[in-house]
């Protein structure tokens, strides 16, 4: 089993910045692929954002250049670092943890970008 917390979002302006925390705890050494999804109201979940175990790390074309997917072992956490946000980045954000059978979830955090 793998238990994933979320934090870090809010309320910001656009061009702003924000970064995303998921700590993890639970039998991590199972799991091979860290991810951040998002869902935006009337819309699909969609993944943006992976990295691997072995560190490489992969992006949806939105947010290339603007999202930045990271891993602090030492804590147990995977950030999303969020710059340059658009209104239509606006959505809850959820971590996800892959093993070889079963995807884990956080509870999801907003992220509301507008002025």
């Known amino acids: 089993q793998v238990q994933l917390v979320e934090s870090g979002g809010g309320l910001v302006q656009p061009g702003g910045s924000l970064r995303l925390s998921c700590a993890a705890s639970?039998?991590?050494?199972?799991?091979?692929?860290w991810g951040w999804y998002r869902q935006a109201p009337g819309q699909l979940r969609e993944v943006i954002a992976t990295i691997s175990s072995g560190g490489r790390d992969n992006y949806v074309d939105s947010v290339k250049g603007r999202f930045t997917i990271s891993r602090d072992n030492a804590k147990n956490t995977v950030y999303l670092q969020m710059n340059s946000l658009k209104p239509e980045d606006t959505a809850v954000y959820t971590c996800n943890a892959e093993t070889i059978s079963k995807y884990y979830w956080g509870q999801g955090t907003q992220v509301t970008v507008s002025s």
């Open positions: 639970g039998t991590i050494s199972s799991v091979y692929t």
